[in-house]
């Protein structure tokens, strides 16, 4: 029996086994049963075999057209990570008076009152900031809700492609009245984005982006589709979206449609500032539960950390990258 199909045999009985409640003993009775090879082809964090330089990082260190260093509102909220940073990008850290609970880059913006996110926004605390400009990223339609029932206006800003992102910096530079700025940072970052591509890739590879982790027992992933700003940056890479047929950006994809569409390397972007290797080990294991996958069996399963690869945002340039080091051999 196949090694990958001997591990689905082998953790299906060992929930057979344990039926009657004990199913934390199932599971332990399968990792157990791991031999050192799977261990050993665990997932890897980057696997480089070109060297790529780095990018800037223009959310930290903002370059302000001087002519405009005195414009733009005094009081901003912005509801979510890829708006802030393009706020600080900017250069408005100081405006900001309100972010999501969920921005935290750059560091500093951390020390901004925090007013929630999603449901738990506090549209009081927003009304209490007095802010001259609300902004929220998308369809949020949650927020929006609950702005429009306090009666504070917004703004909202597109989040979704790759030219989503130039289209939200230079709709926003115009909103604040730095018009200069944003163009210049829509040419640096597209300078950025062109550099890299000379290492795209001479064989591309049919790449599946998991936005998450997989669980254990392994659940339907959500992946990034035709459309999304990721899939932008694959193509750029030199390399196709294994989900192509995805309807929408965004979306679940069924264990059995992986198994399918037989990608040759996956990637999972997920938050956190580092990969251990309990992390590695328990991405295998998950992965080799499907079925069998040859980018499991090969190596190709590499796991990307960093919230920044899922902000839409000015370090779009750092995902690329990313992207292109884990797939470069």
């Keep these: 029996m196949h090694e990958q199909s001997r591990f689905a045999v082998m953790w ?6 344990v039926s009657g409640g004990g199913i934390a003993v199932g599971a332990l009775l399968w990792r157990w049963s791991v031999p050192d090879a799977a261990v050993a082809r665990a997932p890897r964090v980057r696997h480089a075999a070109v060297q790529i330089p780095p990018v800037p990082d223009y959310s930290a260190h903002p370059m302000v057209d001087p002519t405009e260093r005195a414009s733009g509102p005094r009081r901003i909220v912005s509801t979510s990570p890829q708006l802030t940073e393009i706020c600080c990008a900017l250069g408005l ?3 900001l008076v309100g972010r999501s609970s969920f921005c935290n880059y750059p560091p500093e913006v951390k020390r901004v009152t925090s007013v929630g996110a999603l449901i738990d926004l506090n549209v009081e605390q927003c009304a209490r900031l007095k802010a001259e400009l609300i902004l929220i990223s998308g369809q949020s339609d949650l927020i929006r809700e609950r702005l429009d029932s306090v009666g504070l206006k917004y703004v909202s800003l597109p989040d979704r492609s790759l030219e989503d992102i130039y289209i939200a910096i230079e709709q926003l530079g115009r909103l604040v009245d730095r018009p200069r700025t944003a163009a210049g940072l829509v040419n640096r970052i597209q300078q950025d984005l062109a550099r890299l591509g000379r290492y795209r890739a001479e064989r591309p590879k049919r790449v599946l982006m998991v936005t998450g982790k997989m669980t254990t027992p ?3 992933p959500w992946v990034a589709g035709p459309g999304s700003y990721l899939d932008g940056l694959l193509a750029l890479a030199g390399h196709r979206n294994a989900v192509a047929d995805l309807r929408h950006a965004y979306g679940a994809v069924s264990l059995e449609h992986v198994v399918s569409v037989e990608p040759e390397a996956i990637l999972e972007f997920w938050p956190g500032h580092e990969v251990t290797q309990e992390d590695q ?8 539960m499907i079925g069998r996958l040859s980018a499991v069996e090969s190596g190709q399963l590499y796991l990307i950390p960093g919230q920044v690869h899922l902000v839409p945002g ?4 750092h995902t690329l990258r990313e992207v292109m080091l884990a797939l470069s051999d």
């Design 281 to 288: 080990n328990q991405a295998y294991m998950a992965w080799s």
């Design 314 to 317: 000015p370090r779009v340039a």
């Design 93 to 95: 850290l100081d405006r």
């Design 12 to 17: 299906r009985e060992a929930l057979v086994f």
């Design 218 to 220: 392994p659940r339907a």
